[in-house]
């Protein structure tokens, strides 16, 4: 399988030109997943930017993004193929009209590809026009239910689905595949042996300033470097949910917006709400917690320079 990357190097290069910025591990795993066919599995906190690897790889390899959306209840239906039942009634109806009733016939008219509703699994198998095979993102996959993933198991094993009236479709090239996680539940062995895993951490402040920086463009450097040094300190904190990149860069976006240069412990309070989404939360860092936070924050940028 020919790929645009050749080494870990520009598998970075890669991700940087898409405004991702990735460590080493991650591009490494990416790297190893590319080049030797497998699928990638991302696990990791909500918002530290597991769904968007896969939107940066199709912008920045040109291919088309097929995104298969987990949740519980996820059938074949919804996820591989279905048929186009009104069609093929309205079709009954005007071969009924026409006098047109050999059975036969009709049946093998109305299990015809024409009828068919092709949902994400199935997209992934057929060529692209895009430079290649699609990315088939299966994101949230521990929302599905254990039936799902023994039928994913299938899929990935050998990249073909069988419809019953039509027959076997398989990929001529098969997609690059990532699947993402938030760990609600574990994922089967079976899955994660097929894949390189990788855990998508937090980033620590040199990545995430760097994170703000690729985002949002112009955020002075100082409320930057603020705005990490709060966010990576509320992360050692003992809360509900800690904030992810998705919440500090909503946060930073938020503080512009009102014009600050730099944070002061009533601002953090007004705006709070960007980064905690749980009342209890907020409560308990709101106020004194804040304000103890912020200034040790000064202190260690302060001190370090
Ligand atoms: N390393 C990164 N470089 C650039 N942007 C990032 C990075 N990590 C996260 N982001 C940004 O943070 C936001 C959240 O990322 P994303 O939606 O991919 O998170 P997620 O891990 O899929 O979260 P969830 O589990 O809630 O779905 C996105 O807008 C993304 O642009
Ligand atoms: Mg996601």
Known sequence: MTNAVTSVDQTLELLTSGN????????????????LGRPLFLEGEAGVGKTEIAKVLATTLHRKLVRLQCYEGLDVSSAVYEWNYARQMLEIRLAEASGDSDRDSLAQDIFNERFLIRRPLLQALEPSAGAGPPILLIDELDRTD?????????????????????GTIKAEQPPIVIITSNRTREIHDAIKRRCFYHWVDYPNAERETRIIEARLPGVPE????QIVGFVQKLRAEDLFKLPGVAETLDWTQALMTLDRLELDPQTINDTLGTLLKYQDDIAKIQGSEAARLLAEVKRDLAAAG
């Open 146 to 166: 254990e039936p799902f993933e023994a039928y994913l198991l299938e899929v990935l094993a050998d990249f073909q689905i069988t419809i019953p009236e039509i």
């Open 222 to 225: 100082r409320l930057s470097e």
């Open 20 to 35: 991702y910025v990735a460590d080493r591990a991650l591009a490494t795993a990416l790297y190893l997943a590319l080049r």
